[in-house]
């Protein structure tokens, strides 16, 4: 089929039917709409245009910089589209902690601007967070550019409603289960809307990350405040996944049923699939929406299953050593040295960090490591983070090559609000 503009091509993704024998529901119908058939690779393609859709001509001829908070594939597509229109993209997230994620947007000449904060999406009651300096920026130069606002704008549904619900139902029928990751909730809350319509009983689970657990592209049920897009009260459920659970979904769609998806389709394939085994049975038709692809994600494989890539996995791996500030505070009272390595970003740091710390950024940290441990077996090392979560792999992976590594308790956090001072502040 012949396309005069690679715009045209979006959407009209393949919903494909799963095998039972594979996926192991043999009652249910299972489909992925495979979203990562879109031009850019993602279901945010669907969203990047429609977005800017009805306002392009006019930021063209205003000459205005696109503005969006994003770190992922809304700011990879409304890079790619602003680029092919002439007009400049700015970037802000909290965090981009996929590495390829964020060499493809910098292959591409986004300009990204990674602001301190502890969540992976917008709160607009944290100081600095992005939705409060896109704001100031605006005020500042009026004119100058145009936020898209994909956590709180409606054309993000309506690209759902109209375009994947619409073909869902084309090519399924009436649906009795729809399951998606909630990033903004634009995919589930437009497709569901359509469903809905045709199919007053079709459930909707919305799979977020298990409390502490890290998976791209969705959220964890803590961040998903009551702001923009997100209405809990239109879910039948909210799941949690785990990562462990995720990548071992998104292996089996890839070597039971040849679909490269990556680790948030794996979490809600893994959802779906509860759901039905945990259900009343009978006939059902389950449609999961499969928003990418595996291979952007490759180093987050590597970071949480080492082994998959046949690297030994040490015990010592399973468990960071820990240490509270007043045990950090006793020994170098002691005169032992001690080294603290905050993984934050560097405006993250910049903002506040225990005093005395190096800052070596996680993504950077990671692949240094992978040529070996680069601290003296002499020195206590201390690996900082927010909240302890992040730097507790650093401190693990360290500890088990013999170096004398510990994960700060509860982060940054917990140095600040037991009343110690941080500096940069």
């Known amino acids: 089929m012949r396309y005069d503009s690679v715009l045209d091509m979006i959407g009209d993704t393949p919903l494909l039917r799963l095998d039972p024998a594979g996926h192991g529901v043999p009652e249910a119908e299972i489909f992925l709409k495979l979203e990562s ?30 503005l969006e908070a994003s770190s992922g594939n809304t700011a990879k597509a409304l890079q790619i589209i602003a680029s092919m229109h002439g007009v400049g993209f700015r970037a802000f997230t909290n965090r981009v902690r996929v590495r390829e994620v964020r060499e493809m947007l910098s292959l591409l000449g986004a300009d990204v601007t990674e602001m301190p904060g502890l969540s992976e999406c917008p709160d607009p009651t944290a100081p600095n967070d992005v939705f409060g300096v896109i704001g100031d920026l605006m005020e500042r130069e009026p004119g100058r550019y145009h936020h898209t606002s994909q956590y709180t704008n409606e054309d993000n549904l309506r690209a759902h409603y109209e375009e994947t619900g619409r073909e869902i139902y084309r090519d399924a029928g009436p649906v009795d289960l729809l399951v998606g990751g909630l990033g903004t909730t634009g995919s589930t809350r437009g497709a569901a809307t359509y469903l809905r319509e045709r199919n007053p009983d079709t459930a909707v689970v919305g799979v977020v990350a298990a409390e502490g657990d890290f998976i791209p592209g969705i959220r964890s049920a803590a961040e998903m405040w009551e702001v923009g897009l997100f209405e809990p009260g239109f879910y039948d459920a909210i799941a949690a996944v785990d990562s462990a ?27 779906a699939r509860e759901r039905l085994l945990s259900g009343p049975g009978g006939p059902v038709t389950a449609v999961v929406i499969a928003c990418d692809r595996m291979e952007p994600y490759l180093s987050y494989y590597r970071h949480r299953r080492p082994d998959l890539f046949g690297a030994a996995r040490s015990a010592t791996q399973d468990a960071a050593p820990s240490v509270a500030p007043e045990q950090m505070e006793a020994w170098s009272a002691a005169g032992e040295h001690v080294v603290v390595v905050d993984v934050r970003t560097a405006l993250a740091f910049q903002a506040g960090h225990i005093p005395g710390a190096i800052n070596l950024r996680d993504d950077l940290l990671e692949q240094v490591m992978e040529a070996g441990t680069p601290f003296s077996e002499a020195s206590r090392v201390v690996f900082v983070c927010p909240t302890g979560d992040r730097s507790a792999r650093f401190a693990a992976r360290a500890a088990a090559t013999g170096c004398r590594a510990y994960n700060l308790e509860g982060g940054v956090l917990s140095w600040r609000d037991s009343g110690r001072p941080l500096a940069g502040m």
Not at 48 to 61: N, Q
Not at 248 to 271: C, D, K, N
């Open 245 to 271: 659970d995720a990548i071992t979904a998104s292996l089996e769609l890839a070597r039971r049923h040849g679909v490269l998806a990556g680790p948030t389709t794996g979490a809600a394939y893994a959802a």
């Open 37 to 66: 058939a879109n031009p850019f690779g993602s279901v945010k393609d669907r969203v990047a245009w429609a977005l800017l859709r009805d306002h392009i001509d006019g930021i063209v001829a205003d000459e205005q910089v696109v």
